[in-house]
T-cell receptor, first 113, second 114 residues
Framework: AQSVTQPDIHITVSEGASLELRCNYSYGATPYLFWYVQSPGQGLQLLLKYFSGDTLVQGIKGFEAEFKRSQSSFNLRKPSVHWSDAAEYFCAVARGDTDKLIFGTGTRLQVFP | DAGVIQSPRHEVTEMGQEVTLRCKPISGHDYLFWYRQTMMRGLELLIYFNNNVPIDDSGMPEDRFSAKMPNASFSTLKIQPSEPRDSAVYFC????????????FGAGSRLTVL
C-alpha cells in the first residue's frame, strides 16, 4: 500500500527566508502527488499537484515542488516566506486519477517577523 | 459557487447521543469524501462516494458510524451512540470525476463529545 511521510512535524522560519518542506512517499509506480495547506480553523486547500511530465511544478501563492523519483520525494519550496504562509501543510499521494488520497501527518509552519 | 458546505460548524454533545453531520458538495462534483482529523491520527479517510454510491468505507471506525448520500447534493455522517473518542474535526470534500483526488474541502464540523 502506498504511504507518505512528512518527517518534520514543526518548522519555524523568519519572514523573507526560504522554505523547504519534506515529503517522501512509498509506492511502486509513479504516484499522483499533492500538497495541501490548512489555515487555522479552515479546511484544506490545494497548493499544487504532480501527475506526470515536468518534475518541477508551480502552485498557488508562490509555492513550487519538485518530484524526484530517485529519492521518492516531493518537497515543497518557497523562496521567500510571508507571515501569511503560517499554516499546516500536508503532502498526499494517490495511485491514479480516481484513487483516494492518502495524507501525510502534516508539517506546521510558524513564521516569525 | 459557495463551495462545499458543512453543518453544523461546531457540535457539543454528551456521550451516548446521536450526532448527524451534514454536507452539501459542489454542484457537478461526482465524488464526495468524509475525513476525520485528530491530533493523534491526523487526517483519516472514513468513506467516499462516487455518483452517490459508497465506494470505500474501510475507514469507518465501527458500526456506530454510518454515512449516506441520498442524492447528488447532500450527504450525512451519523454517529450513534457517540463516545468521547469521537471528538474530532470532520471534513467533507468533493471533486470532479476527472480529478477525483483534487479535493475541495468544506470548513469542517468540530465535534466535542463530553
Amino acid at each position: 500500500a502506498q504511504s507518505v511521510t512528512q518527517p518534520d512535524i514543526h518548522i519555524t522560519v523568519s519572514e523573507g527566508a526560504s522554505l523547504e518542506l519534506r515529503c517522501n512517499y512509498s509506492y511502486g509506480a509513479t504516484p499522483y502527488l499533492f500538497w495541501y495547506v490548512q489555515s487555522p480553523g479552515q479546511g484544506l486547500q490545494l497548493l499544487l499537484k504532480y501527475f506526470s511530465g515536468d518534475t518541477l511544478v508551480q502552485g498557488i501563492k508562490g509555492f513550487e515542488a519538485e518530484f524526484k523519483r530517485s529519492q521518492s520525494s516531493f518537497n515543497l519550496r518557497k523562496p521567500s516566506v510571508h507571515w501569511s504562509d503560517a499554516a499546516e501543510y500536508f503532502c498526499a499521494v494517490a495511485r491514479g486519477d480516481t484513487d483516494k488520497l492518502i495524507f501525510g501527518t502534516g508539517t506546521r509552519l510558524q513564521v516569525f517577523p | 459557487d459557495a463551495g462545499v458546505i458543512q453543518s453544523p460548524r461546531h457540535e457539543v454533545t454528551e456521550m451516548g447521543q446521536e450526532v448527524t453531520l451534514r454536507c452539501k458538495p459542489i454542484s457537478g462534483h461526482d465524488y464526495l469524501f468524509w475525513y476525520r482529523q485528530t491530533m493523534m491520527r491526523g487526517l483519516e479517510l472514513l468513506i467516499y462516494f462516487n455518483n452517490n454510491v459508497p465506494i470505500d468505507d474501510s475507514g469507518m471506525p465501527e458500526d456506530r458510524f454510518s454515512a449516506k448520500m441520498p442524492n447528488a447534493s447532500f450527504s450525512t455522517l451519523k454517529i450513534q451512540p457517540s463516545e468521547p473518542r469521537d471528538s474530532a474535526v470532520y471534513f467533507c470534500a468533493s471533486s470532479l470525476t476527472s480529478g477525483a483526488n483534487v479535493l475541495t474541502f468544506g470548513a469542517g464540523s468540530r465535534l466535542t463529545v463530553l
